[in-house]
Structures are given as C-alpha cells and as structure tokens.
C-alpha cells in the first residue's frame, strides 16, 4: 500500500529564514504528489503538485518543491519565511485514475518574529 | 478552480439528534470526498463517490451515510449524534487532474 511520511510533525522558524518540509512517499511507480496548506478552522488549499513533467516545480505564495526520484522525496521550500505562512502543511500521494489521495500527518509550520 | 461550499460550519448538536452536513460544488466534478480530520491531525477518507448513485466507504470506518443523487451535491449524515462524532468534516471535490479541491469544512461538537 502506498504510504506517505511527513518527518516533523512540528517545525519552527524565523521570519526570513528558510523553510524547508519534508516528505517522502513509498512507490515503485512514478506518482502524482501534492502539497496543501491548512489556514487555521479553513480546508486545505493546494500549494503545488508535481505530474511527471519539471522535477522542480513551483506553487503559490512563494513554494516550490523538488521531485527527487532517486531519494522518494518531494520537500517543499521556501527561501524566506513569512509570518502569515505559519499553518498545518499537508503532503499527498495519488496513484490510481479514482484520484484518491493519500496524505501525510502534516507538519505544522510556525514563523516566529 | 472549484467552487465548494459547506453548510454549516460551526455545528454544536446534543446526543441522539440527526444532523446532515451539506456539500455543494459548482464545477460538474464527478468524484467527491468526504474526510474526518480531529485538531492537529491528519485526515481520514470516511466516504468517496465516482458520480451519481454512486458511493463508496473509505479507510477509516464511519457510522455516517452520504448519498449521491445529484453530480453537484453530496450530503454526509449522522442518524443519532454521539460525543466521539466530534470533530472537523472535510469534504472535497476531483476531475481528471487528479487533485482534490476543499470547501471550507464544518466544526461538529456533538454534547
């Protein structure tokens, strides 16, 4: 069964600073990968998704996230944190042609001053 | 981008009452989902559809039942609310791109 792994479930910053999340998901075959951002008492807002095209792929608010395939990783970065990205973020694997998803634990991310 | 709506969102409910937590998308998607998600957790898949007159139970085991019968709307019903129905429903909504689009979710607290 496909599984995905969030390391962290909580990790703290400073504004400014790098962000980086990690994520890594188990599969012998190419998946769909996602990632989405909860805002507090809100549903989930997709960031970015990576389907087999750039390795390197760039999302809202700044986000971007690199499908390695070597290493089964897909962390999502940001150069430079920012106050209003403190937030639950989400990882999440598609496989099949039903679009089900399977998510991580999420790792809640928090920016301090 | 989708459009999807939940109703309500803040729910407080006392023991044994039905409620039904509406959910209505606007962009003629055929699968639709419903998620349990408690505070600080992940989520839980409880109930999918792939289209009209068509639903299926999801990973995690849930006393609620949902129904189909329009492709814009999928309500998620509890018959008799109990205390460990507490917790935040998601429900989303796909197309051929795979990912998901959420509505804003409701807050159920049943006492």
């Known amino acids: 069964a496909q599984s995905v792994t969030q390391l962290g479930s909580h990790v703290s910053v400073s504004e400014g600073a790098l962000v980086l999340l990690r994520c890594n998901y188990s599969?012998?075959?190419?998946?769909?990968l996602f990632w989405y951002v909860q805002y507090p008492n809100q549903g989930l807002q997709l960031l970015l998704k990576?389907?087999?095209?750039?390795?390197l792929v760039k999302g809202i608010n700044g986000f971007e996230a690199e499908f390695k395939k070597s290493e089964t990783s897909f962390h999502l970065t940001k150069p430079s944190a920012h106050m209003s990205d403190a937030a639950e973020y989400f990882c999440?694997?598609?496989?099949?042609?039903?679009?089900?998803?399977?998510f991580g634990g999420g790792t809640r991310l928090m920016v301090k001053p | 981008e989708a459009d999807i709506y939940q109703t309500p969102r803040y729910l407080v409910i006392g023991t044994g009452k039905k409620i039904t937590l509406e959910c209505s998308q606007t962009?003629?998607?055929?699968?639709m989902y419903w998620y349990q998600q408690d505070p600080g957790m992940e989520l839980h898949l409880i109930h999918y559809?792939?289209?009209?007159?068509?639903?299926e139970k999801g990973d995690l085991s849930s006393e609620s039942t949902v129904s189909r019968i329009r492709t814009e709307h999928f309500p998620l019903t509890l018959e008799s609310a109990r205390p460990s129905h507490t917790s935040q429903y998601l429900c989303?909504?796909?197309?051929?791109?795979?990912?998901?689009?959420f509505g804003p979710g409701t807050r159920l607290t049943v006492t």
């Open positions: 989303a909504s796909s197309e051929s791109t795979r990912e998901q689009y």
């Open positions: 599969s012998s075959v190419p998946p769909y």
């Open positions: 990576y389907t087999s095209a750039a390795t």
């Open positions: 999440a694997v598609s496989y099949n042609a039903g679009n089900m998803l399977t």
């Open positions: 962009m003629g998607h055929d699968k």
């Open positions: 559809s792939y289209g009209v007159n068509s639903t």
